[in-house]
């Protein structure tokens, strides 16, 4: 028997590894290590305010914080009944866009990309193409324009409250803001026509996909929750749905459905279970792949996310109308729930505050969490159907495909053969 470590996994957000035992030459378990110190914003959010809780989570993720407030100031808004105007939506559902775009974009290009070029890195990359440097450099600014100027900045954005916002970007700012997105629209489409033309491992596994459907729209921020299984539920019924349970290995908990097994969530399982909502000419695009199970294919969905999410924008702004930055309240006590699409997948908060509008209870259950044990599945299917001698290389592919986020970080890596 030898075990092999991956310690820690190269271009991947944050530090995790990989240990995978091999018998006789044969993968026979894998076991995936978020070993990074818990931070407890679980317990940090209790005692605050809404609005400082909306502030506060953005600091989860670097490249998530919007996912991260609206799924807060949904399940506040719940809490406290209001109505939200059409222009506000509309404004926050263009700053969820610019995320998906700057989420998209870096993981795409600098994580991701070199795994179809056949190098070890984007710098590669980037000395040989320089068109493909400069396609994601615009991509990516693109949707960090968005944030900054709707989210008040690209990193941990401080604009959004319950309510609304706390101010409106400016006309000229707006104006200028459409012009970037549509300068930059027709060079992510040419990206994408160019990753359609890659070949893709042939790998396929029969995944459940669980995400937010149901809607008028392609899924951001409003629906109930769907699985490809048939089955649907309420946002509220998220916790009857799912069960968390801990490993000794891993400081993230582990997602299942209850009396069942792990599901997958994210941009494969957004576009399978929504894939009519797309605009026709993407819908074409993709028919061909459709049913998509091919996690290596994930490069196309993100693609096809980045141009929806920047016709999207384009479409809520053009129309876009400014009214008041946010509606009143006064604090209630109550519980309510928020979920999501962040990049990754379905972000599910839960909040129970008191006649004061002070948080007393906090229930966070982040996507990269949820997808911890069909990572571990594929590591173990794809080693056996590649029969590779390179496990290293092949293993953090697999883990690549599905963009884990466990922290903002890359690493170089050491791998340690035990006899």
């Known amino acids: 028997m030898k075990e092999v470590r991956i310690n ?23 076991r995936l290590e978020i070993f990074e110190a818990p931070r407890f914003f679980e317990a940090i959010l209790k005692g605050k305010t ?10 989860v ?11 807060a100031v949904v399940a506040f808004e719940r809490i406290l ?5 059409q222009p506000i939506k509309d404004l926050r559902r263009v700053l969820y866009c610019g995320e998906w775009i700057s989420s998209h974009s ?13 190098r070890e890195s984007f710098l590669e990359v980037s000395r040989e193409r320089r068109d493909v440097l400069e396609t994601a450099l615009r991509i990516r600014r693109a949707g960090n324009r968005i944030l900054e100027v709707i989210g008040g900045r690209h990193i941990h954005p401080v604009n959004v409250k319950v309510g609304g916002f706390y101010r409106l970007p400016s006309p000229r700012m707006m104006e200028n803001l459409l012009k970037e997105i549509e300068e930059t629209l027709p060079v992510a489409e040419a990206f994408l026509r160019e990753v359609l033309s890659f070949p893709f491992p042939d790998f396929e596994r029969d995944y459940e996909f669980v995400s937010l459907g149901g809607a008028d729209s392609y899924p951001l921020m409003e629906g109930r929750i769907v699985s490809s299984a048939g089955w649907s539920v309420s946002q509220e019924e998220f916790e009857v749905r799912f069960e ?5 290995h891993s400081t993230a908990l582990y997602s299942r459905l209850r009396g069942g097994g792990f599901y997958l969530t994210g941009a494969l399982a957004r576009i399978n279970n929504n894939f009519e909502l797309l605009p026709e000419d ?19 969905v993100r693609a096809v996310e980045v141009v929806f999410a920047l016709r999207e924008s384009l479409r809520l702004l053009r129309r876009y109308e400014a009214g008041e930055a946010s509606v009143g309240y006064s604090p209630r006590a109550g519980e309510g729930v928020g979920v999501t699409e962040a990049p990754r997948g379905i972000l599910y908060h839960r909040y129970r505050v008191n006649g004061k509008g002070i948080v007393e209870f906090v229930n966070i259950v982040p996507p990269t969490a949820q997808n911890q044990g069909i990572m571990e599945e594929d590591v173990l299917e794809g080693l056996k159907r590649f029969g590779d001698d390179d496990v290293q290389r092949i293993a953090e592919k697999l883990v690549r495909n599905h963009d884990p986020c466990i922290s903002c970080a890359s690493h170089f890596l050491e791998v340690i053969r035990v006899p």
């Open 8 to 30: 820690p996994l190269t271009r991947v957000e944050g530090l995790g590894r990989l240990y995978l035992t091999l018998r006789n030459g044969k993968p026979e378990r894998v």
């Open 50 to 59: 809404m609005d400082q809780v909306i502030d506060t989570v953005a600091r």
């Open 61 to 71: 993720c670097g490249l998530c914080p919007v996912a991260y407030q609206m799924s």
């Open 81 to 85: 009944g209001l109505e939200i105007p």
């Open 106 to 118: 870096a993981h795409m290009f600098f994580m991701h990309l070199p795994d179809f070029l056949g």
């Open 244 to 248: 968390e349970f801990q490993e000794p």
């Open 282 to 300: 993407l819908q074409e695009v993709l028919k061909a792949h459709m049913p998509l199970k091919n996690p290596f294919k994930s490069l196309i």
